[in-house]
């Protein structure tokens, strides 16, 4: 199993960002999918989930209405956008499998930092 994270860099606040997570080694369509974050300094905060058909998504409140989540089973690629991003939007994004109980396999994350 692996999950790969790409597509952070450095935004200007209220700029724009699109991160994806590539999957493989497993059947990605079984499985819900999410974004974990963790800010500098700070502990791992979910951001986003993403049901096996891509039809249901949710949402932390910190994020709602600015980040939209979407999928590709034929692809197995999870998509982040990232819009009107803030200074506390900064963290390592992580791409995470997501399991009954929890989360069981995570990439290695991408950076975004937002500059104020």
């Known amino acids: 199993v692996q999950v790969v994270e790409s597509g952070g860099g450095l935004v200007q606040s209220g700029g724009s960002l699109r991160l994806s997570c590539d999957a493989s080694g497993f059947t990605f369509s079984h499985y819900y999918m999410s974004w974990v974050r963790q800010a500098p300094g700070k502990g791992l905060e979910w951001v986003s989930s993403?049901?096996?058909?891509?039809?249901?998504?949710y949402y932390a409140d910190s994020v709602k209405g600015r980040f939209t989540i979407s999928r590709d089973n034929a692809r197995t690629t999870m998509t982040l956008h990232l819009n009107s991003l803030k200074p506390e939007d900064t963290a390592l994004y992580y791409c995470?499998?997501?399991?009954?109980?929890?989360?069981?396999?995570w990439g290695q994350g991408t950076q975004v930092t937002v500059s104020s």
């Open positions: 995470a499998r997501e399991i009954f109980w929890g989360f069981d396999y």
């Open positions: 993403i049901k096996t058909d891509g039809g249901t998504m």
